[in-house]
């Protein structure tokens, strides 16, 4: 057994260590300075309660971009000096964020003891490599992100970080299963490298009928498509889809992990996963081959979705609000009913009008997954999401993109059960189609406008806020841009009272609200790692049976051009398009 001894490192403070809602993100290049990563993962253990560093066993792994590997070596020697127990790491360091938060929450060790807590690698869905974006973050007992008591104690800490423990120990072989055990100080300090795939594996059969689905992707009529963007939820795809439900291996694209995300942006949207929309006939340059009759897609740690139908986009506030729908009887884990159903402000109203028609509890939150984590932690979610490609329930406390897949499966399955030896099979589009008949549409599209000049960011939202102080106004002015817009009823920055701790969030998001139930929302947003990104949200709801076919863009013409002038996007920002349309 080798051994080592407790050593303190003398540093000083850098700037800009604030975690977000997501964590820390910044380039590789500021990661990778001396003592950057030390100094975070230091205040981190500074900020938590003894008893969940001392003695405690943590996990540590990530979504294996680029600078993953070195990291984890890093925090691995600087738990030994914190006097961590046990180290958990998932097999060549990967494991998605919610395969962390399921590892927190279930996975049990050779003494019956669970993990106290996470350090996740991951910028999401930014690109990697060593010119590209890491990011770390650290996850509580429950398998969900620090709260804020927790980020600002970290952030306090590193603002007057003086030193740093660490123990000299040789690298640990993560690319192979097994327990490595070192003495440190007199003490044993152990390195489990296990399956990254188990656990999370097994906890999605306990959910999901796998026997129905199998059926459904053994029918001839049934093809599927599923793309990892290279991202780590390649690392269960094959597991999933192909080993358990006997999906062909040619219907996974871009399911091996890579540093660098094969090149790509690893996030699933119209815009980057481009050769799963040419596949499934939703791009401008399509296939000549027939498209399978459903698709989806990942981002790098695994915890964002995206659904598609043969050439048929599946906004995430429709896929929410529809799996909310069909939960009950499509999905054993919620068969004796829904305890509550949440979604982030942004997301469009889809889900208030199913919550409404079932009576269900609901929730508007912030955005930020652990939000839904309080509500889920008292008893009060079961089902929620957010239009940003992130949809979950209570089995963990993080979005979790394969989950989704697995509940669309499962609502395709039980609406085809009977009808598997027919002509047609229920589609994808059938549902959302059916969906809207039935509740009414909300129209929705997202604009992103990334890496806009910080300040010019933020004049743009403080003239939105100014311009809230006179409704009159306000609706002289949209009228003078479209007449045929309805009138703003109400205007505000959204406010959020946690019902659970009572805690009150300000300033999250400015809202213009329009008397037909049509909404303008705009956000700054904090996940890229340069610059600040403006999302602009619109949204219109139709409950005229007729008017439900339309275009998208079209259908939201009339608003987007509103949104665009009230705003002064391109004098503020000098921006004639967004980045991404979602």
């Not at 119209?270 to 929309?277: D, G, I, R, S």
């Not at 740690?301 to 506030?317: C, E, H, Q, W, Y």
């Not at 309080?374 to 979610?381: I, R, S, T, V």
Request: hydrophobic residues 35%; contains cysteine.
């Amino acid at each position: 057994m080798q051994s080592g001894q407790v050593k303190r490192v003398e540093t000083t403070p850098f700037e800009g260590q604030k975690p977000g809602t997501s964590g820390l993100r910044k380039k590789v290049k500021v990661f990778t300075q001396p003592h950057y990563l030390q100094n975070f993962v230091q205040s981190t253990f500074n900020a938590l309660p003894a008893d969940k560093v001392k003695g405690a066993r943590i996990v540590v792994s990530g979504d294996g971009r680029y600078y993953s590997k070195e990291a984890i070596q890093i925090i691995i020697k600087m738990a030994a000096g914190n006097g961590v127990r046990s180290v958990w790491v998932g097999q060549n360091g990967l494991l998605s964020t919610p395969a962390v938060s399921a590892v927190i929450r279930e996975r049990v060790g050779a003494d019956g003891s669970k993990a106290s807590g996470a350090f996740i690698l991951t910028a999401s869905h930014n690109p990697g490599g060593p010119n590209e974006d890491f990011g770390i973050k650290y996850n509580m007992e429950n398998g969900g992100p620090a709260p804020e008591s927790i980020t600002d104690k970290i952030y306090e800490n590193t603002t007057k970080i003086k030193e740093y423990l660490t123990v000299e120990l040789p690298d640990v072989d993560i690319a192979k299963v097994g327990v490595t055990t070192f003495s440190v100080d007199g003490g044993t300090f152990d390195v489990d490298v296990f399956d990254s795939a188990s656990d999370y594996v097994k906890l999605m059969k306990s959910i999901f009928d796998f026997e129905s689905i199998r059926k459904l992707l053994s029918s001839p009529k049934f093809t599927f498509c599923y793309d990892a963007l290279h991202g780590v939820a390649g690392a269960y795809a094959k597991r999933i889809f192909v080993e358990e439900l006997g999906a062909k291996e040619s219907s996974l694209l871009n399911c091996v992990p890579k540093e660098d995300f094969g090149g790509g942006h690893p996030d699933p949207n119209l815009t980057y996963a481009k050769e799963l929309v040419a596949r499934m006939g939703c791009g401008k340059s399509t296939t000549q081959d027939e498209p399978p009759e459903f698709g989806a897609a990942a981002d790098g740690d695994a915890d964002r979705n995206m659904i598609l139908g043969k050439r048929f986009f599946v906004t995430p506030s429709d896929s929410v609000a529809i799996i909310a729908a069909n939960a009950v009887e499509a999905i054993p884990y919620f068969s004796a009913g829904l305890k509550g159903v949440a979604r982030s402000m942004p997301t469009s109203a889809a889900l208030d009008v199913v919550a409404k028609h079932l009576n269900l509890k609901f929730f508007e939150v912030p955005t930020g997954w652990k939000f839904f984590g309080n509500l889920m932690d008292a008893g009060l979610c079961s089902v929620c999401g957010e239009e940003s490609f992130g949809t979950g329930s209570d089995h963990i406390r993080e979005k979790d993109g394969i989950w989704a897949v697995l509940a669309w499966l499962s609502i395709l399955a039980y609406k085809n059960k009977e009808n598997l030896g027919g002509e047609k099979l229920v589609s994808v589009e059938d549902i959302v189609r059916q969906h809207w008949a039935t509740f009414g549409r909300h129209y929705y599209t997202r604009y992103d406008y990334e890496n806009v000049d910080a300040g010019a960011a933020k004049e743009l939202m403080a003239s939105l806020v100014k311009l809230q102080s006179s409704l009159s106004e306000v609706n002289q002015i949209v009228k003078g841009i479209r007449s045929d817009v309805s009138g703003v009823v109400n205007a505000d920055e959204f406010e959020y009272k946690d019902p659970v701790d009572g805690s009150i969030s300000k300033h999250q998001g400015i809202r213009y609200l329009f008397e037909d139930g049509s909404r303008l929302v705009f956000r700054l947003s904090g996940t890229g790692s340069e610059g600040a990104t403006i999302r602009l949200y619109i949204e219109q709801y139709e409950k005229d049976p007729s008017k439900i076919g339309r275009e998208s863009q079209e259908a939201l013409g009339p608003l987007v051009e509103v949104a665009l002038k009230l705003s002064k996007m391109q004098e503020f920002t000098g921006r004639s398009a967004p980045t991404v349309i979602t």
